[in-house]
């Protein structure tokens, strides 16, 4: 299985800021995800995150509030965008290896005051 | 899979004894894998199990097995001799090429 790391592991923001998600996984995949989990809630898909090229974004979700960086096959950012609290959740990212199986970062916790 | 249904929010099982969590999926697709990932308080999702759809063959890993049952698209996961630690959020998934849907998930307390 890949090992995937995400940083930071949480973080507390003031409205109408940034923040940037790093996921670092520890072996080449092919495909890199991005997830949000809202409090209590399942997971919901944000974008496939593509080498040197835009991200591939679930209806819903759009690059102005959720710009995603691929620049190599082992590293991706999401920011998060103009922060509102209604962005407060969990952050995830995760990697597949050709599988169709995906492992997880440990996730973000974010909290916008 | 385009829809995955988990039916049981919560459900308790006493330390050492089997409990089976429920799963019903709906998919056009051909080929397509099923799984269950858990997660625990500190939030990481840790996958459980994986069944690849075209294989009959229920899949096991120690203590974790699933039924699956393709024309029913039904994929439940039954833990044998449950232990504390298996104390934690449970979330079936489906899809190909990347596409994972998600259950709403089954909440699951192991009592001593």
């Known amino acids: 299985s890949a090992v995937i790391s995400q940083k930071p592991s949480r973080d507390i923001c003031q409205r109408g800021t940034s923040l940037t998600i790093q996921c670092q996984v520890d072996?080449?995949?092919?495909?890199m995800f991005w997830y949000r989990q809202q409090p209590g809630q399942s997971l919901t898909l944000i974008a496939t995150?593509?080498?040197?090229?835009?991200?591939?974004?679930e209806s819903g979700f759009v690059i102005d509030k959720f710009p995603i960086s691929r620049p190599n096959l082992t590293f991706s950012t999401l920011t998060v965008s103009n922060m509102s609290p209604e962005d407060s959740s969990i952050y995830l990212c995760s990697g597949d290896r050709s599988t169709d199986t995906q492992y997880f970062g440990p996730g973000t916790r974010l909290t916008v005051l | 899979a385009q829809t995955v249904t988990q039916s049981q929010p919560e459900m308790s099982v006493q330390e050492a004894e089997t409990v089976t969590l429920s799963c019903t999926y709906d998919t056009s697709e051909n080929n397509y894998y099923l799984f269950w990932y858990k997660q625990p308080p500190s939030r990481q999702m840790i996958l459980v199990i994986r069944?690849?759809?075209?294989?009959?063959q229920n899949a096991t890993e120690n203590r974790f097995s699933v039924n699956f049952q393709k024309a029913a698209k039904s994929f439940s996961l039954k833990i044998s001799d449950s232990q504390l630690g298996d104390t934690a959020m449970y979330f079936c998934a489906g899809g190909s090429q990347g596409n994972l849907i998600f259950g709403k998930g089954t909440k699951l307390s192991v009592k001593p």
């Open positions: 069944q690849e759809a075209y294989k009959q």
């Open positions: 995150a593509n080498q040197g090229s835009e991200a591939t974004y």
């Open positions: 072996s080449q995949v092919t495909m």
